[in-house]
Nanobody, 126 residues
Framework: QVQVVESGGDSVQPGGSLRLSCAAS????????IGWFRQAPGKEREGVSC????????DYADSVKGRFTISRDDAKNTFYLQMNSLTPEDTAVYYC???????????????????WGQGTQVTVSS
Protein backbone atom coordinates (compact mmCIF):
# COMPACT_ATOMS: atom_id res chain seq x y z
CA GLN A 1 0.00 0.00 0.00
CA VAL A 2 1.38 3.38 -1.03
CA GLN A 3 1.18 5.78 1.89
CA VAL A 4 2.96 8.33 4.04
CA VAL A 5 2.31 8.61 7.76
CA GLU A 6 3.12 11.64 9.89
CA SER A 7 4.11 11.57 13.54
CA GLY A 8 5.56 13.90 16.13
CA GLY A 9 2.77 16.42 16.53
CA ASP A 10 2.24 17.68 20.05
CA SER A 11 1.34 20.66 22.20
CA VAL A 12 4.22 22.98 23.04
CA GLN A 13 4.74 26.40 24.53
CA PRO A 14 5.77 29.37 22.42
CA GLY A 15 9.48 29.27 21.73
CA GLY A 16 9.54 25.50 21.87
CA SER A 17 10.60 22.97 19.27
CA LEU A 18 9.17 19.88 17.64
CA ARG A 19 10.35 17.45 15.03
CA LEU A 20 7.79 15.93 12.72
CA SER A 21 8.49 12.71 10.89
CA CYS A 22 6.96 11.28 7.75
CA ALA A 23 7.46 7.60 7.01
CA ALA A 24 6.78 6.38 3.50
CA SER A 25 5.82 2.85 2.52
CA UNK A 26 4.95 1.13 -0.71
CA UNK A 27 7.17 3.38 -2.79
CA UNK A 28 10.66 4.90 -2.81
CA UNK A 29 10.95 8.46 -1.56
CA UNK A 30 14.06 9.29 -3.55
CA UNK A 31 11.95 9.37 -6.71
CA UNK A 32 9.99 12.34 -5.39
CA UNK A 33 10.08 15.85 -4.08
CA ILE A 34 9.01 15.71 -0.46
CA GLY A 35 7.45 18.39 1.64
CA TRP A 36 5.03 19.68 4.20
CA PHE A 37 1.95 21.83 4.15
CA ARG A 38 -0.33 22.86 6.99
CA GLN A 39 -3.84 23.98 7.70
CA ALA A 40 -4.82 26.12 10.64
CA PRO A 41 -8.42 26.32 11.86
CA GLY A 42 -10.47 28.54 9.61
CA LYS A 43 -7.59 29.14 7.20
CA GLU A 44 -6.57 27.83 3.83
CA ARG A 45 -3.84 25.26 3.41
CA GLU A 46 -0.35 26.75 3.38
CA GLY A 47 2.77 25.23 1.89
CA VAL A 48 5.55 25.09 4.47
CA SER A 49 8.63 23.48 2.95
CA CYS A 50 9.90 21.18 0.25
CA UNK A 51 13.08 19.30 -0.65
CA UNK A 52 14.20 18.02 -4.00
CA UNK A 53 15.62 14.56 -4.47
CA UNK A 54 17.74 15.45 -7.48
CA UNK A 55 19.96 18.22 -6.14
CA UNK A 56 19.13 18.38 -2.45
CA UNK A 57 17.72 21.87 -2.73
CA UNK A 58 15.15 23.05 -0.22
CA ASP A 59 12.65 25.86 -0.06
CA TYR A 60 10.50 27.38 2.64
CA ALA A 61 7.52 29.62 3.10
CA ASP A 62 8.57 33.07 4.27
CA SER A 63 6.61 32.52 7.47
CA VAL A 64 8.93 29.70 8.58
CA LYS A 65 12.29 30.61 7.05
CA GLY A 66 15.08 30.51 9.59
CA ARG A 67 12.96 28.53 12.04
CA PHE A 68 12.04 25.30 10.24
CA THR A 69 14.38 22.82 8.58
CA ILE A 70 13.36 20.03 6.25
CA SER A 71 15.52 16.96 5.84
CA ARG A 72 15.26 13.56 4.28
CA ASP A 73 16.76 10.17 4.95
CA ASP A 74 16.16 8.17 1.82
CA ALA A 75 17.83 5.12 3.35
CA LYS A 76 15.06 5.05 5.94
CA ASN A 77 12.43 6.22 3.46
CA THR A 78 11.58 8.94 5.96
CA PHE A 79 11.71 12.70 6.05
CA TYR A 80 11.47 15.28 8.77
CA LEU A 81 10.51 18.80 9.65
CA GLN A 82 12.45 20.35 12.52
CA MET A 83 10.48 23.27 13.90
CA ASN A 84 12.13 25.75 16.25
CA SER A 85 11.02 29.00 17.85
CA LEU A 86 7.40 27.98 17.48
CA THR A 87 4.70 30.62 17.79
CA PRO A 88 0.93 30.31 18.22
CA GLU A 89 0.64 31.14 14.51
CA ASP A 90 2.28 27.79 13.77
CA THR A 91 -0.67 25.95 15.28
CA ALA A 92 -2.11 23.76 12.56
CA VAL A 93 -2.49 20.25 11.26
CA TYR A 94 0.69 19.41 9.37
CA TYR A 95 0.62 17.12 6.37
CA CYS A 96 3.52 15.47 4.60
CA UNK A 97 3.47 14.92 0.89
CA UNK A 98 5.41 13.27 -1.91
CA UNK A 99 5.11 15.29 -5.10
CA UNK A 100 6.64 15.91 -8.50
CA UNK A 101 7.37 19.63 -8.05
CA UNK A 102 8.69 21.65 -5.12
CA UNK A 103 6.70 24.68 -6.21
CA UNK A 104 3.55 22.56 -6.11
CA UNK A 105 4.14 21.74 -2.46
CA UNK A 106 4.56 25.40 -1.56
CA UNK A 107 1.43 26.35 -3.50
CA UNK A 108 -0.43 23.23 -2.27
CA UNK A 109 -1.31 22.20 -5.80
CA UNK A 110 -2.70 18.68 -5.43
CA UNK A 111 -2.44 18.06 -9.17
CA UNK A 112 1.25 17.38 -8.59
CA UNK A 113 0.84 15.34 -5.39
CA UNK A 114 1.50 11.61 -5.56
CA UNK A 115 0.53 10.84 -1.98
CA TRP A 116 -0.09 12.75 1.25
CA GLY A 117 -0.79 11.80 4.81
CA GLN A 118 -3.65 12.21 7.25
CA GLY A 119 -1.91 14.96 9.20
CA THR A 120 -0.53 15.49 12.67
CA GLN A 121 -1.68 18.23 15.04
CA VAL A 122 0.76 20.86 16.27
CA THR A 123 -0.53 23.20 18.94
CA VAL A 124 1.54 26.11 20.23
CA SER A 125 0.04 27.70 23.29
CA SER A 126 1.02 29.00 26.68
Amino acid sequence: QVQVVESGGDSVQPGGSLRLSCAASGFTLDDYVIGWFRQAPGKEREGVSCASSSDGSTDYADSVKGRFTISRDDAKNTFYLQMNSLTPEDTAVYYCVAASLCAAVLSVDHRFFAVWGQGTQVTVSS
